[in-house]
């Protein structure tokens, strides 16, 4: 498959009806991200939550590839998505698609389905860090929205 290097929309209703995300090609690598998210020339590391014992156990790599790219789009993914399970869900399928793009585009054949692998307990980690996605919302004002109960 032959990818160029061209910008285009993809559609995202989940705030408004123009589109906030687009694909871009990195290093030969087809991403998405949001339209307003600058990349920089060095990648920091990303993966994990930042703090804790959790963020020394969660690498920057799946098996040698570097991945950072994909956590820092997510990151900033996570600060600008409204305060809703949809947003928060539609954030996380952003991180397993631009997983998955990374080792499509640079895995050696029989690495890559073990990568697919644990890029899909990447997935299931950030599915399951929900706390986490509602602690950075209500940092953040919202002036009409109603949490969710238990949230």
């Not at 950030?126 to 602690?135: C, G, K, P, Q, T």
Request: glycine letters at 4%.
């Amino acid at each position: 498959m032959k990818f160029t290097s061209t910008i285009k929309q993809i559609p995202d209703t989940q705030i408004n009806t123009k589109p906030i995300h687009e694909l871009i090609i990195l290093n030969s690598i087809p991403l998405i991200k949001a339209k307003s998210l600058p990349i920089p020339n060095h990648i920091p590391s990303c993966c994990g939550p930042g703090h804790d014992w959790i963020e020394k156990i969660i690498p920057e790599s799946i098996l040698g590839l570097k991945i950072s790219i994909a956590c820092f789009i997510h990151d900033d993914d996570w600060t600008i998505a409204p305060p809703t399970w949809q947003a928060f869900h539609a954030a996380n399928s952003r991180l397993l698609t631009n997983l998955n793009s990374i080792i499509d585009t640079k895995s050696i054949f029989f690495l890559r389905p073990i990568r697919k692998f644990i890029a899909s307990l990447y997935f299931i980690a950030v599915n399951d860090a929900s706390e986490h996605f509602w602690i950075i919302k209500r940092g953040q004002t919202w002036k009409t929205y109603t949490f969710p109960e238990g949230v």
